[in-house]
């Protein structure tokens, strides 16, 4: 059944990132009534993912397939980069990872609205989606489009203001969630298997998400370079929730949420309706189905949503403060390794990707090793974030060696593999980190210190940015393994 798998996905993910955090609650960080909202938030987030992960793939992503393979038939170029356009950014403001990451910037730092900041992420993504479909159609290097398009990113970053840096380079994660990942790429798999290009629907398939998450990066820092981004004095300030009953704790942010998860998923149901009318005219029985997993998944974002605001950020915060504020705070960079460790294994979507890697390579690269480089590699992206809070030091001294490292592989990589690396920095960036994890690293942040927007901020970069290097480095490696097989069998070959 479609929910219990949903829901085993879901409860491997949460479940031990709730364990750990009852844990420091017990040991070095007690945090009073905070941990029985963040218990209960964490029931709510795993049964509003459930549901919402239901509803995509009952009705969000048959429409996504769908639409790509009728665009395609359309035979019209411009036709199809306007729909890319007009879908990317309609399926991002309904993407909960980024609502919640222009909740904690709005918390931090109220000189962003939080709409224009969903706005321009959106824009972003729908510009680069419209030039993901484009490359895919005209067969354009995957490799060119990134150097160039990083090289843009990077000098925008240069100039932005600073308070605009973490949160450009965290948005390129935080797009890269559980609605706008499966449906963009859903919608690649329509327009390649419709035949558009002339490499095979894989090949082609891979990296629509990676490009896709340059767009946010470069909207947001743009955003830096119109607005002064200042934070008003006491904007890392943590509110202190009046004592309230828990479920009257949860019930009052019902309305504002509704409201939210409306606002957000309204324009999609219309877009949706467009398409059936102008493009897809599918069968009842699939409109139906459409309708269906609307319905489940405004329910599901509404339930994620509540147990967000109500336990899981509000905990992060919290712990993240008392922890940030002890004598001996240094404890907060081992604490960050655990949580990067755990968050990666526990990710659903990174167990698709080591079982996708582990079919292209025949067997030769296995599911464990995978897992091992990518708990390495995130483990280090979060230590390093806790090490940020505590020094003040800039993320330029990070994002940069990592771009130039990470597009200096893709010479050496397998053309596949560099694609799906990129694509691969979203599944590390989930849902724990655009929430309990951001949470605590900007509470830490103001408890230590420093100053949120721009040291804490950055994390969600930080996790997405390391499997760009740990699966190309794999690609390289299995590359080299399958030349020294052909090698060795030609050997064999001669001598028989």
């Known amino acids: 059944m479609l929910f219990v798998e949903k829901l085993k996905e879901t409860g491997t993910s949460v479940m031990p990132v709730m364990a750990l955090v009852f844990f420091l609650h017990c040991t070095v960080a007690p945090v009073g009534s905070a941990m029985g909202q963040f218990l209960a938030g964490g029931v709510l987030v795993i049964l509003g993912l459930t549901i919402f992960l239901v509803g995509a793939e009952v009705g969000v992503l048959p429409m996504g397939q769908r639409t790509g393979a009728e665009l395609v038939k359309r035979r019209n170029l411009p036709l199809i980069l306007a729909a890319g356009f007009v879908i990317g950014f309609f399926i991002t403001v309904a993407e909960p990872d980024v609502q919640v990451l222009a909740t904690q910037v709005a918390g931090v730092n109220s ?96 990296g629509l998400i990676g490009l896709a998450s340059i767009g946010p990066i470069l909207a947001v820092l743009i955003l830096g370079l119109l607005l002064d981004g200042t934070p008003p004095a006491d904007g890392a300030d943590l509110e202190e929730a009046a004592a309230v009953s828990l479920d009257a704790h949860f019930l009052r942010l019902v309305p504002e949420v509704l409201v939210e998860v409306g606002t957000a998923l309204g324009p999609l149901a219309v877009l949706f309706a467009v398409f059936q009318i102008t493009l897809c005219r599918m069968p009842g029985k699939q409109v139906s189905r459409l309708i269906m997993g609307l319905i489940y998944t405004f329910l599901g974002l509404a339930l994620f949503f509540v147990g967000v605001k109500g336990g899981f950020m509000p905990a992060g915060g919290k712990m993240g403060a008392i922890i940030g504020g002890m004598d001996n705070n240094g404890i907060l960079i081992p604490i960050g390794l655990v949580l990067g460790a755990m968050i990666v294994c526990a990710e659903p979507a990174v167990w698709v990707l080591t079982s996708e890697v582990e079919n292209v390579s025949g067997g030769h690269i296995r599911r464990f090793y995978m897992l091992l480089s990518l708990s390495i590699g995130v483990s280090c992206a979060v230590g390093i974030a806790m090490l940020r809070v505590l020094t003040g030091l800039s993320i330029w001294w990070f994002l940069v060696p990592g771009y130039i490292l990470a597009i200096g592989l893709s010479r050496f990589c397998p053309p596949m593999f560099t694609a799906l690396a990129f694509d691969s920095g979203g599944v590390a ?10 949470a605590f690293t900007v509470g830490a942040s103001g408890a230590a210190g420093s100053n949120p927007i721009t040291d804490a901020f950055g994390v969600i970069a930080m996790i997405a940015m390391t499997p760009l290097i740990a699966i190309q480095v794999l690609g390289i490696l299995f590359q080299r393994q399958k030349n020294r097989s052909a090698h060795s069998d030609a050997g064999q070959g001669t001598r028989l």
């Open 111 to 206: 000189s962003i609205p939080p709409r224009l900041l969903v706005a321009m992420i959106a824009a972003g993504v729908g510009l680069f989606v419209s030039i993901a479909l484009g490359r895919i159609i005209l067969q354009v290097s995957y490799r060119f489009l990134l150097v160039i398009f990083y090289a843009l990113v990077f000098v925008c970053a240069f100039f932005t203001h600073p308070s605009f840096l973490g949160i450009g380079f965290d948005a390129g994660g935080a797009t890269t969630g559980p609605m706008t990942v499966p449906f963009i790429m859903a919608l690649g798999v329509g327009v390649a298997v419709s035949g558009a290009g002339h490499r095979s629907a894989a090949d082609d398939s891979f």
């Open 429 to 438: 960036s989930g849902p724990m980190a655009s929430t309990f994890i951001l």
